[in-house]
């Protein structure tokens, strides 16, 4: 994420992180620096370990998402709804800034 971006009004709608990068930082490294620049961010996990923590508990690291590798689009686009619409299977309203429990 570009500061001057998020400064400027035009921040990403929301991101796609891959969990894991080979040789480069994955989603669970970077996901607090983005939450720094802008606590509203809207971040979607993904990876092909579905049984990763992270994975299964998105939520307590400060993702709005998530969406198992492989996927069709039209889990991806579900993904994306649901998040940019502030919900993700529950009732609770995630348009909201993360706070660390």
Request: proline share 7%; hydrophobic share 50%; charged share 15%.
């Given at each position: 994420m570009d500061p001057k971006a998020i400064e400027s009004?035009?921040?990403?709608?929301?991101?796609?992180?891959?969990?894991?990068?080979?040789?480069?930082?994955?989603g669970g490294e970077v996901i607090q620096e983005l939450l720094a620049l802008d606590p509203k961010i809207k971040v979607?996990?993904?990876s092909g370990y579905s049984n990763d923590p992270v994975m299964s508990e998105y939520k307590k690291y400060g993702f709005r998402g998530v969406v198992t590798k492989?996927?069709?689009?039209e889990e991806l686009s579900e993904s994306?709804?649901?998040?940019e619409r502030g919900f993700q299977r529950g009732l609770e309203c995630l348009n909201k800034p993360f706070q660390a429990i």
């Open positions: 009004g035009r921040a990403f709608d929301a991101v796609i992180f891959d969990l894991t990068v080979p040789g480069g930082l994955g979607i996990v993904s492989p996927y069709a689009i994306l709804y649901k998040v």
